[in-house]
Nanobody
């Protein structure tokens, strides 16, 4: 059974930082393209970043490029997202996701972790 469990969300002031983590199990993590997506209240899913199985290729949405950093540890089956220079518009539920292939559709998604940016 595929499991993706996110952690690390919380309340942070504008300009602050957070680090999200995702613990993966039930599939060959090192062979899987992974992604972070988010959903703000009243909006659709937004894909933020993608990372290849080996971690040697990454892509970012324009909205987070230069502020967020995706990484993975294939020895620990974990996926991280470093969130820097947070803005109020980054407030959303953040999800770890497994993709069918690079830049492809979502295969599985976790339950999410809430990030709230507010002063």
């Amino acid at each position: 059974e595929v499991q993706l469990v996110e952690s690390g969300g919380g309340l942070v002031q504008p300009g602050g930082s957070l680090r999200l983590s995702c613990a993966a199990s039930g599939f060959r993590f090192r062979d899987s393209v992974m992604s972070w997506v988010r959903q703000a209240p009243g909006k659709g899913l937004e894909r933020l970043s993608i990372i290849s199985g080996a971690g040697d290729r990454t892509d970012y949405a324009d909205s987070v490029k230069g502020r967020f950093i995706i990484s993975r540890d294939n020895a620990k089956n974990t996926l991280d997202l470093q969130l820097n220079s947070l803005k109020t518009e980054d407030t959303a539920m953040y999800y770890c996701a497994k993709l069918y292939f690079y830049d492809g559709p979502l295969n599985y998604r976790g339950q999410g972790t809430q990030v709230t940016v507010s002063s």
